[in-house]
């Protein structure tokens, strides 16, 4: 408890002489009226008088006087005006929202700043008053509801001490919308009604954004919420990250490999270190950096003679944040694929298939439309270890277990169906988006004849002729059949007849080598693909495969089944690392992937001072409850306006009597 003294030194003394005034106010009231009595009874009426008129008996049971003098002491206490030291509650709706993102692994605070901002939350928690509710939210870049609004302390600090660090990127919005939909409620109307309305009552909350504040902008109105932003960790932070790591082939000799970094310096003062980098587990090369404050710089180096193996690059240095330190790259080895032709006889489509970048892609083997009869044939159609049958102006009777393209036919099958043939055509729409048509021009393509396709369910137009769908491709269980519904030659007894001149555009070998790439799965660069933690990835695999083994970085091991799926959508991706992809039962890796960070917004671990969301700026806050003084002098009034009262009220009962 304290006081602050409101009044000077002559003030005091006035309101000191107040209640002896009061007191001696009552000494003085004497109550005496001349009225005749005899003589015996006026002696005892005045030795009466006597005793009423004592100090002592004049204040025997007087409670009008003990009512004003409480009064005074109330007005004396509140000029006074006590006080004691306390703090700004919460509200009585909050909501915590805890950052677990990978940057809050960061060792800049004691323990970590996950850890910081888990210790606040408590303390913040301790804050709330009865009645007060409160939510907790952790997030990185998806929202983690761990409690629901609630009053119970001890369940809101388990939810908190509950929440654990991530590898991922961090995204404010998702859990901003998690938030506003409580504060803020929908709005509906009929139609034919142009006023909508409200559908529930706004509940407004406090949030609370536990964060280093590196998620962007957020690009949402928070209505009903206030928001307060309480940054976590210190400004003077060391950090040397790694934003970049791949390995590429020497197009003239396979054998060598280059492998590329980029690294960045985000403190502020110039740093030295060694780069090391490391093949299958061991030490194969290193250099030494020295990067400026707040600077890159590329790392390069040169292998020779690999062809498959796992790459790991390390810094050597001592910083704030270690994840970003270490990077990782998969060799995929060179791979040819499984590649069937079937066809009479076709030039332009052979001479396409016979490029060298066509072979260094696949193996080509060519049969003509009779061998489809044959044992050997349908073994291998039926086996799934082909990975690609192209049929030139012909069907087999069974679709096989791979992926196909046809050219001037259609797919066995009520799937797939077609127009008579018309012409002449010309293209009116060309899907570059697509793979299978990236840096294809057929803008100036003549087509002699052609017809329209309906394609199946799921199917996706790649061109559209003057008279319908040209060419397409649609999923099949696990795998995918591309149409391309005119023959690029007419058969006749006597002769070939070009039905378009496609073939000697320079458009034509483009489509044929990207054909190959996606419809056999390959992939064409030598370093594995990377993803960010916890984003999926997708794996064009062998075909033959119906299930997949993915091996994480831990030794774990996860089965997917392929049923139904053209392409192979793997997300579990937490930890950093290499990841590998075998058919079941088999111990050849299929296809490397590697997960790394790779995040500036991450690695850069300097505390944001404000935030913005949507078009609100939100300043940083050093401590989300402030010290306030809580004074008590207005209750200390009304304590002396209610003792008024009560005296009046006394009084008035006396005077009536």
């Known amino acids: ?115 910081e901002a888990k210790r606040q939350t408590r303390a913040m928690l301790d804050g709330l008053a009865p009645g007060d509710v409160a939510m907790v939210v952790a997030f990185s870049d998806r929202a983690d509801v761990r409690q629901g609004f609630t009053g119970d302390k001890r369940k809101l600090k388990a939810a908190v001490e509950a929440i654990q660090p991530t590898n991922r990127t961090t995204d404010l919005n998702e859990a901003l919308r998690a938030a506003a939909g409580l504060a803020n409620p929908g709005r509906t109307s009929q139609i034919e009604d142009m006023v909508d309305i409200q559908v529930a009552e706004a509940l407004p909350a406090s949030l609370y954004i536990l964060s280093d504040g590196g998620f962007g902008t957020p690009q949402m109105d928070l209505g009903n919420l206030t928001a307060e932003y309480i940054p976590i960790g210190n400004s003077a932070v060391r950090n040397v990250g790694i934003l970049a790591f791949t390995v590429e082939r020497n197009t003239e000799n396979n054998g060598q490999v280059a492998a590329f970094s980029r690294v960045y310096n985000f ?117 799934g270890t082909i990975d690609l049958f192209i049929f030139d102006q012909c069907a087999p009777q069974t679709l096989p277990a791979s992926n196909t393209l046809f050219i001037g036919t259609l797919p066995p099958g009520d799937a797939w169906r077609a127009d008579e043939p018309s012409g002449p055509l010309f293209v009116i729409d060309t899907n570059r988006a697509h793979p299978m048509l990236q840096y294809v021009d057929l803008g100036t393509v003549k087509i002699v004849e052609g017809r329209a396709l309906q394609m199946p369910a799921g199917g996706t137009e790649l061109v559209r002729s003057n008279a319908g769908i040209l060419m397409a491709v649609a999923p099949r269980d696990a795998y995918q059949d591309a149409v391309i519904a005119m023959p690029f030659l007419k058969r006749t007894e006597d002769r070939d007849v070009a039905n378009t001149d496609w073939p000697i555009k320079r458009s034509f070998p483009v489509f044929v080598f990207n054909a190959l790439e996606y419809l056999g799965g390959a992939v064409s660069t030598a370093g594995a693909r990377s993803v960010q933690p916890g984003h999926p990835v ?8 119906s299930q997949v083994e993915i091996l994480n970085p831990q030794g774990g091991q996860t089965s997917v089944d392929r049923t139904g799926q053209a392409q192979l959508i793997f997300t579990q991706t937490e930890e950093p690392g290499f990841y590998e992809a075998r058919g079941a039962g088999s111990d050849r890796m299929l296809q490397m992937f590697t997960v790394n960070l790779f995040s500036e917004q991450e690695s850069n671990l300097a505390p944001r001072t404000d935030v913005m969301i949507g078009a609100q700026n939100v300043i940083a806050s050093d401590a989300v409850r402030e010290v306030v003084r809580i004074e008590y002098w207005r209750w200390l009034l009304a304590a002396a306006l209610v003792v008024l009262s009560v005296e009046w009220v006394v009084y008035t009962r006396r005077v009536a009597i």
Not at 538 to 545: E, G, I, Y
């Open 538 to 545: 997708a794996l064009n695999l062998a075909s033959r495969f």
């Open 267 to 383: 403190g502020s003062e110039p740093v030295e270190f060694r780069v090391s980098l490391m093949l299958n587990g061991e030490l194969v090369d290193a250099s030494d950096v020295a990067i400026e404050a707040q600077s890159a710089t590329g790392v390069a180096f040169e292998l020779a003679a690999i062809d498959q193996g796992q790459l790991r690059l390390e810094l050597e240095v001592e910083d704030d944040f270690a994840f970003d330190n270490v990077a990782f790259a998969g060799l995929d080895p060179p791979r040819q694929l499984e590649v069937v032709l079937v066809s009479s006889g076709n030039t332009a489509l052979e001479a396409a298939l016979a490029t060298p970048q066509a072979q260094s892609l696949a193996s080509l083997r060519t049969v003509g439309p009779g061998d489809m009869e044959s044992a050997e044939f349908q073994q291998s159609a039926e086996s």
């Open 1 to 115: 408890m304290s006081w602050i003294n409101m009044l000077g030194p002559w003030q005091w003394l006035v309101m000191a002489a107040v209640p002896p005034l009061i007191v001696m106010l009552y000494f003085l009231k004497l109550r005496r009226a001349p009225v005749e009595v005899p003589s015996t009874y006026l002696w005892r009426r005045t030795l009466e008088d006597l005793h009423v008129n004592s100090i002592w008996q004049r204040l025997r049971k007087n409670l009008l006087l003990l009512l004003q003098l409480l009064a005074l002491l109330a007005l004396i206490l509140a000029c006074l005006r006590p006080g004691m030291r306390g703090e700004q509650t919460l509200g009585n709706r909050s909501i915590f929202m805890i950052d677990n993102s990978c940057s809050m692994q960061a060792t800049d605070v004691e323990t970590s700043r996950l850890e």
